[in-house]
């Protein structure tokens, strides 16, 4: 079993949706966990990182951290044909250690 | 603010031959810099942790004699790949962090192609 689970996609949505994006991991280590945004050929861009179980709001993306689950969510409100991109999730155990493991990242495609 | 930017974007070369690809943070001191390496419909996969100063840290598998990372300073790491093969062929890409170290700023990536 891999230590992250992401379903690669591909999701295509209508303009508006709320789109759900989800990733399992098997490390109970695991303390940091970060969604990046990555358009074709280009580096990721960081959209939101959380630290333990909990939510986190920032505009259209909420963050849901599920420890006691092994389970992470992004969600996006309102979504926008801009968002299309891939998504990747991504976890550190911290405690000094700067090692992300990513996800395989779902590919979303948002239909005006 | 946190821009990561790499050159070249785009390499081609010729097996056997070596190429370098630079990183730097433009606008904050990247105490930690690494390098990914991401195939395509892949994950990005870490190579390598480097400090600023200090030896490269390699992941398992990752051949140092082959990929020669340098962190002279601050605001610049460099990867070297020697003698390419073509399945060094790969997108690689760095990112940098200064201060917390779970927020990591990814550079836009260099695709290298070796012929």
């Known amino acids: 079993q891999k230590e992250v689970e992401q379903d690669p996609g591909p999701l295509s949505v209508p303009e508006g949706a709320i789109v759900s994006l989800n990733c399992t991991y098997s490390n109970s280590a695991f303390q940091y966990f970060m969604w990046y945004r990555q358009y074709s050929r280009k580096g990721p861009e960081l959209l939101m990182y959380?630290?333990?179980?909990g939510n986190k709001e920032d505009g259209r993306f909420t963050a849901q951290v599920d420890k006691s689950s092994k389970y992470i969510s992004l969600f996006i409100r309102d979504s926008q044909p801009s968002d299309s991109a891939t998504y990747l999730c991504a976890m550190s155990e911290g405690a000094g250690s700067y090692q992300l493991t990513f996800g395989k990242g779902t590919k979303l495609s948002v239909i005006p | 603010g946190a821009v990561v930017s790499q050159h070249p974007s785009r390499v081609i070369c010729k097996s056997g031959t070596s190429v370098k690809i630079e990183c730097r943070s433009l606008?904050?001191?990247?105490?930690?810099m690494f390098w990914y390496r991401q195939f395509p419909k892949q994950s990005l996969m870490l190579m390598a942790t480097s400090n600023e100063g200090s030896k490269a840290t390699y992941e398992q598998g990752v051949e140092k004699d082959k990929f020669l990372i340098n962190h002279a300073s601050l605001t610049l790491s460099t990867l070297t790949v020697t003698s390419a093969h073509p399945e060094d062929s790969s997108f690689y890409i760095c990112?940098?962090?200064?201060?917390?170290?779970?927020?990591?700023?990814f550079g836009p990536g260099t695709r290298l192609t070796v012929t």
């Open positions: 990112s940098a962090t200064s201060g917390s170290p779970y927020e990591q700023y």
């Open positions: 606008d904050f001191q990247a105490t930690t």
């Open positions: 959380t630290y333990s179980s």
